[in-house]
Structures are given as C-alpha cells and as structure tokens.
C-alpha cells in the first residue's frame, strides 16, 4: 500500500501503454487514475484533435501544461501523461518535483503496431506526417527530441516492448517496493 500522498506519473513516448498500465497500476495500488489527455477533453467538452486542429500544438500544450499542475498537485494518484507533455520544462519540473515518475518505454517498431489504427492522436493525423515520408520517421524525430527528455526526470524506466500490460504492472509494483516507495506486504 503506497503512502497516503504518494504520487506516480507515467511518461513515455505514444504507444508505450501509460493509460493502459496506468488504470491496472492503480487499481492494484488503490489510488485514483487521471489521464492528463482525458482530463483535457473533459474540461473542454471536445477531443484533443479539435483542440490542436483549432488552437494548434502550441495552444494544446499550453492547456496540457496547466492540467499537470493541477493533476500532479493531487494526493496518491497514478497519471498518465500525453507523449509530448514533457517538451514544456514547468510539465517536466512539475512532475520531477512532485511525484515518482515512471518511464515506460517503448521501440518504434512496437509503437507503430501499437498505433496504426488510432485515429484519436493528433500527431498521427495526415496534416502532421506531410511532412514525413512516413509514419517511422516521424516517430524517430520525436524519439530523438523526446526521449532524452524523458530520461531526464524519470526515477524509474520499464520496458514495456516484450511484456503483457499484468507483466509490466508487477515489474512496477516490485520496483516500487525496492525504492521503498510502498510498503512490503
């Protein structure tokens, strides 16, 4: 059982399975889940493509900025986080600052199985790869952008390449346990 304000928040590219991991995470650990992508479509009543299409990257990661301060103020909750939420360094020291951070990682080649079907993220959506020969080299560049960014504040880095989602959870759950970030049973 975590401290009564314990705190996780999972980062990581598209695909890696933070909301997934993340729900099963914390119900094993009885705390609250929040979705940093859902909680901004539910304050503003429409889904994230409206809002980049409308208010463009920038204006999506203004809001997504302002809903990991409020998320990460909250007491022992597990969040999972949008790919790109840790391009703004008041996210990244949000998170780094007030809660256990999980990187949970992932290659390209399973994100591009992960998410050739989805249609709900915005970096996916034909606008943004015009300028990319093709999907795999789009994620090489926010790789190459993005990950370095990721190691920068994580306290811990799973893999989740060659594991089923219960897999990966118990791996967390016993790295938690090593770090002393729960109690032992």
């Known amino acids: 059982m975590l401290t009564d304000n314990r705190k996780i928040f999972l980062i990581g590219p598209m695909g890696a399975g933070k909301s997934t991991i993340g729900r099963q995470l914390a119900q094993r650990l009885n705390l609250e889940f929040f979705d940093s992508d859902r909680e901004i479509e539910t304050c503003t009543g429409v889904n994230i493509s409206w809002v980049f299409d409308v208010e463009g990257e920038v204006g999506f990661r203004n809001r997504e900025e302002k809903i990991i301060d409020e998320l990460t103020q909250k007491k022992s909750i597990v969040l999972a986080t949008g790919g790109g939420s840790i391009k703004s360094h008041i996210a990244r020291d949000h998170l780094a600052k007030r809660?256990?951070?999980?990187?949970?990682?992932?290659?390209?080649?399973?994100?591009?199985?992960?998410?050739?079907?989805?249609?709900?993220?915005?970096?996916?959506?034909?606008?943004?790869?015009?300028?990319?020969?093709?999907?795999?080299?789009?994620?090489?560049d926010l790789a190459k952008e993005r990950n370095p960014l990721y190691e920068e504040i994580s306290d811990i880095t799973v893999s989740t390449d060659e594991y089923s989602v219960k897999c990966v959870v118990n791996k967390i759950l016993v790295l938690l346990k090593k770090n002393g970030a729960i109690y032992k049973d």
């Open 99 to 140: 809660g256990l951070v999980i990187y949970l990682k992932t290659t390209i080649d399973k994100q591009l199985v992960r998410t050739k079907r989805d249609k709900r993220r915005p970096l996916l959506k034909s606008s943004t790869l015009f300028n990319y020969q093709n999907l795999r080299e789009l994620l090489e």
